[in-house]
Nanobody, 117 residues
Framework: QVQLVESGGGLVQPGGSLRLSCAASETSFRFIFMGWYRQAPGKERELVATVSSGSSTTYAGSVKGRFTVSRDNAKNTVFLQMSSLKPEDTAVYYC???????????WGQGTQVTVSS
């Protein structure tokens, strides 16, 4: 069973930057889509950004222009560069991968991002 392992979360001040990484445990397990969702306390999980194997990207409106998603297909890793962070970006960020014709979903364990002064 392939696993997704996130890293890079933490505490940052408003206006700061963080970079999240997520690596799949098997480099040969090719995801069609990889990306990030987040869940803030008391709210539902929401899409942040995704990137296809062909590098096409989608973003939530609330992060467009501030966040950049990218992936390294050779290493089966996806990144989220977050800039101009706001307190409302505070959430647990989950790595996501969709595999195969059925788009079977795989999820990481989550990493906390806290934006606070």
């Amino acid at each position: 069973q392939v696993q997704l392992v996130e890293s890079g979360g933490g505490l940052v001040q408003p206006g700061g930057s963080l970079r999240l990484s997520c690596a799949a445990s098997e480099t040969s397990f090719r995801f069609i889509f990889m990306g990030w969702y987040r869940q803030a306390p008391g709210k539902e999980r929401e899409l942040v950004a995704t990137v296809s194997s062909g590098s096409s990207t989608t973003y939530a409106g609330s992060v467009k222009g501030r966040f950049t998603v990218s992936r390294d297909n050779a290493k089966n890793t996806v990144f989220l560069q977050m800039s101009s962070l706001k307190p409302e970006d505070t959430a647990v960020y989950y790595c996501y991968g969709a595999y195969g014709a059925t788009m079977r979903e795989y999820w990481g364990q989550g990493t906390q991002v806290t934006v606070s002064s």
